[in-house]
């Protein structure tokens, strides 16, 4: 409740600042995901997905990157998601409103996954900037089928788990940089035969290599 009052009031506070403030939305100098390399040590990407049109307006994402990483020897796949959102405004061409990055939390079950376990932790892999917030990590059930995922909002070179904390940082970037660019990180991996174990190794083996690139295509 104390965080919800935080966030109402800052917005609040937002809508005056902003018109006295940072009037003029900047857009900030990144490079395109279609630059992103596609292979990273052992691990191999053989194509991009791709959004369709409608998905991609209903997400509000400006630029995505999304692909099914896998290895042969040892084996591993992970599938990694960044959508970056040149604004979360809907006037700035943002999305359906202030919040434009949707939280996994809330799309996940909408697609047919139960979460079962859910934390905030401190990721500490190298590549991310410094010094850093937490991260999500979830274990989502289908049926039989479990999942490890990772998930975290970063922009201007923080990185959150929290989406009152995301709406609270996008009113004070506009507000006083004119900036609400941010972008959404998530990793996907299946725990197969029940391993978590394994599932947690191949994130920790991959994850640096992807967010180490990514102050190129998330200005910070």
Request: overall charge neutral; aromatic content about 12%.
């Amino acid at each position: 409740m104390i965080k919800a009052c935080i966030a109402v009031g800052f917005l609040a506070l937002n809508l005056y600042t902003y018109y006295f403030m940072a009037q003029t939305a900047v857009i900030p100098p990144r490079e395109s995901f279609r630059s992103f390399p596609m292979q990273l040590g052992d691990w191999n990407c053989n194509t991009q997905g791709a959004l369709s049109e409608e998905t991609r307006v209903n997400l509000g994402a400006t630029d995505v990157f999304m692909c099914d990483f896998t290895r042969s020897t040892p084996f591993g796949q992970i599938a990694a998601y960044v959508g970056y959102h040149q604004s979360q405004v809907r006037e700035e061409g943002g999305g359906s409103g202030e919040n434009a990055i949707h939280p996994p939390s809330h799309c996940l079950p909408g697609s047919g996954w139960d979460i079962i376990g859910s934390s905030s932790v401190a990721l500490g892999i190298p590549g991310l900037p410094e010094p850093n917030g937490k991260v999500k990590r979830l274990i989502v059930a289908k049926g039989r089928a479990r999942q490890l995922v990772y998930y975290w909002y970063q922009s201007r070179g923080r990185v959150i788990s929290e989406d009152w904390q995301k709406i609270v940082y996008v009113g004070w970037d506009r507000a006083v940089h004119g900036r609400t660019d941010g972008s959404l990180v998530r990793f996907t991996v299946p725990i197969i035969a029940g391993d978590e174990e394994k599932a947690e190794s191949w994130f920790r083996d991959l994850a640096p290599m992807i967010v180490g690139r990514l102050p190129a295509y998330v200005p910070e």
